[in-house]
C-alpha cells in the first residue's frame, strides 16, 4: 500500500512539473526554429519548473514527509538543484557558441 502511495505521488509530480510545462510548450505558435533551440527550450523549461518544483521539496510540507523519509527526501532535493544549476549555466553556452560555428 505504502510503494502505490509513493508512486502516485512521483506520477502526480511528473506531471505537474514536466508534462504540463511541455504541453504548454507544444501549444505554442512559434516559427519553425533549429533542433538545438528547441531542445534548449525545452531543456530551460523542465529546469524551471523542476527549480519550482523544489519549494515542494521542504521540510514544510508534512505530506512527503510522512510518505518518505527526510533523508532521501534532501537527497533528491540536492539532486534536483545540482542539476537545475548545471541546466542553467549549460543554458547560455547552448544559445552563444552555436554562433561562432
Excluded at 533523508?71 to 557558441?97: C, M
Amino acid at each position: 500500500m505504502e510503494n502505490n502511495i509513493k508512486l502516485k505521488y512521483i506520477l502526480i509530480s511528473l506531471f505537474i512539473f514536466v508534462i504540463i510545462p511541455l504541453f504548454i510548450l507544444s501549444l505554442q505558435t512559434l516559427p519553425p526554429r533549429t533542433l538545438l533551440k528547441e531542445s534548449t527550450s525545452v531543456l530551460v523549461i523542465v529546469g524551471f519548473f523542476f527549480l519550482l518544483g523544489q519549494f515542494y521539496l521542504n521540510r514544510s510540507n508534512k505530506v512527503f514527509i510522512k510518505i518518505y523519509k527526510m533523508v532521501k527526501i534532501i537527497k533528491l532535493h540536492k539532486i534536483i538543484g545540482y542539476l537545475v544549476i548545471a541546466i542553467f549555466f549549460i543554458h547560455p553556452f547552448l544559445i552563444v557558441l552555436p554562433r561562432f560555428f
